[in-house]
């Protein structure tokens, strides 16, 4: 069974769709017209760009050009995670911490399934590690925006109540262990929600490519399985660190409660 | 005994202050709004960076850990502050009911929600929560501020007693110059982050 090949005339029937849309949008005053067919286009030459670099590195799998390719990822995944927060931790801190915990969760996740449950060779074939990666790291990345900035921002908004628990000789952990907790469940909610919804609600999006590829269903849930599981891992394990490592950033050695270093964006 | 010496003590716009509160000694602090008495206080419980040095009974702050110096010198916020749903919970286990009755409150209080307390049942609720550490200096923002009459003469009473019986040095921050007469033993004028000169509370304007 092989998948029916497109061509270029059935994406642009595909296109037709967006044009009308934005003919509606234009018609009605929505406004978003511009947005509409910008994304669109971006989503064209992204996904064309991507699918020609896979291709070149398909073809040359070594492990330093997967690695690159890694890096590149994580690196633009951290700068989104600290682009969609609010208040984020001042300086390089917002960055750092996000990159640097979700270097750890979708890394490890991913080269862990990749060396102990597909066992492919060489290991890091980048048909297989580059499409995990993805997947594990654009859900990783939500968590971990997620519950960084619901810690920032219930740190200032809870200020008073915080500074009052370490006046009476409370330390930082114990001031902050409601906001942590309740950051860290932020960030989890995401993945347990399609986790439980999988299947019933809805297809996930990697188990319909792979049935449109042709893949008989049986292989393809559990396919899906895995990788849902790899992304709460990664999910999971992300928000953890992350939250905690910027919790301790809220508060110097003196166990004082720096708001200054949560900067909110003009 | 619990001396309370202010060092050179720095914080944003007030100071360098120095100051001395002997054990049991009460001292107020007066001051337009703005003239740095949070501030000190906070600096004075390290709840702010500050520079020089505070030290309790001859123990800098800097060589204790910081939950430890909050838990010896307890600052009581002007607002009080409540994260548990009952008011007993923010008490330490142990804590005996009888004491509600210095404040005028049943001991039944323990079991109320902190909803349904009103700003002045709160306030004299902290300061019980505040003595209940034992602290050995107590920090005061003005904690008679939303108290009527009566209540006001049971939190003065309650700080005096805990102040002889610990020998305790208080630091209290009061607007109302009578007050301060009848509660302290020297008074303190606080402008643009330092202190005016010292005017025994006996001889302050009533």
């Known amino acids: 069974?092989?998948?029916?090949?497109?061509?270029?005339?059935?994406?642009?029937?595909?296109?037709?769709?967006?044009?009308?849309?934005?003919?509606?949008?234009?018609?009605?005053?929505?406004?978003?017209?511009?947005?509409?067919?910008?994304?669109?286009?971006?989503?064209?030459?992204?996904?064309?760009?991507?699918?020609?670099?896979?291709?070149?590195?398909?073809?040359?799998?070594?492990?330093?050009?997967?690695?690159?390719?890694?890096?590149?990822?994580?690196?633009?995944?951290?700068?989104?995670?600290?682009?969609?927060?609010?208040?984020?931790?001042?300086?390089?801190?917002?960055?750092?911490?996000?990159?640097?915990?979700?270097?750890?969760?979708?890394?490890?996740?991913?080269?862990?399934?990749?060396?102990?449950?597909?066992?492919?060779?060489?290991?890091?074939?980048?048909?297989?590690?580059?499409?995990?990666?993805?997947?594990?790291?654009?859900?990783?990345?939500?968590?971990?925006?997620?519950?960084?900035?619901?810690?920032?921002?219930?740190?200032?908004?809870?200020?008073?109540?915080?500074?009052?628990?370490?006046a009476l000789g409370e330390r930082w952990q114990q001031a902050i262990a409601e906001s942590r907790h309740e950051a860290m469940r932020v960030g989890l909610i995401p993945i347990i929600n399609a986790m439980a919804a999988a299947g019933i609600v809805s297809l996930p999006g990697m188990m319909t490519g792979q049935i449109l590829a042709g893949a008989p269903p049986l292989e393809a849930a559990k396919y899906q399985i895995l990788v849902m599981f790899l992304i709460a891992g990664g999910t999971g394990l992300g928000t953890l660190v992350a939250v905690s490592l910027a919790a301790r950033r809220l508060f110097d050695e003196r166990h004082r409660l720096r708001p200054e270093r949560v900067g909110s964006r003009p | 005994m619990p001396v309370l010496e202010l060092d050179a003590l720095a914080t944003r716009h007030v100071g360098p202050l120095d100051l001395r509160i002997d054990a049991g000694e009460c001292v107020c602090l007066q001051g337009p709004s703005g003239s740095g008495k949070s501030l000190l206080l906070r600096a004075l419980a390290d709840l702010d960076p500050h520079a020089g040095e505070v030290r309790l009974d001859g123990v800098a702050c800097s060589a204790m850990p910081a939950p430890q110096w909050r838990r010896r010198v307890v600052l009581v916020a002007a607002e009080s502050q409540w994260w548990h749903a009952r008011v007993g919970a923010h008490f330490p286990p142990g804590f005996d009911p009888a004491q509600l009755s210095a404040v005028d409150l049943p001991p039944a209080a323990l079991d109320w929600e902190v909803v349904r307390c009103s700003t002045g049942e709160r306030q004299r609720l902290a300061l019980l929560r505040a003595l209940a550490l034992q602290p050995a200096a107590l920090l005061l923002d003005e904690p008679t501020g939303n108290l009527d009459a009566g209540s006001c003469a049971a939190v003065e009473a309650l700080i005096a007693a805990y102040r002889h019986a610990h020998a305790a040095a208080v630091l209290w921050v009061s607007h109302d110059a009578r007050q301060a007469a009848r509660v302290a033993q020297r008074c303190l004028t606080l402008h643009d982050g330092r202190f005016m000169a010292g005017v025994p509370a006996a001889e302050a304007p009533a």
């Open chain 1, 1 to 166: 069974m092989n998948a029916v090949v497109l061509s270029p005339v059935d994406l642009a029937i595909a296109a037709a769709l967006i044009v009308l849309l934005a003919a509606l949008s234009l018609r009605l005053r929505l406004g978003v017209e511009r947005q509409l067919l910008v994304s669109a286009a971006r989503t064209t030459v992204q996904l064309l760009l991507i699918a020609l670099v896979l291709k070149v590195l398909f073809e040359h799998a070594h492990l330093h050009w997967v690695a690159l390719m890694a890096a590149v990822m994580i690196l633009a995944a951290g700068r989104e995670v600290s682009a969609r927060q609010k208040h984020r931790l001042a300086g390089w801190w917002g960055y750092g911490i996000g990159t640097a915990s979700m270097f750890l969760s979708s890394f490890t996740v991913t080269v862990l399934a990749l060396l102990a449950v597909i066992g492919n060779d060489p290991w890091y074939a980048p048909q297989y590690a580059i499409p995990l990666l993805g997947m594990v790291l654009g859900n990783t990345m939500n968590g971990i925006a997620l519950g960084l900035d619901r810690l920032t921002l219930d740190a200032v908004q809870r200020r008073a109540v915080i500074e009052a628990r370490l």
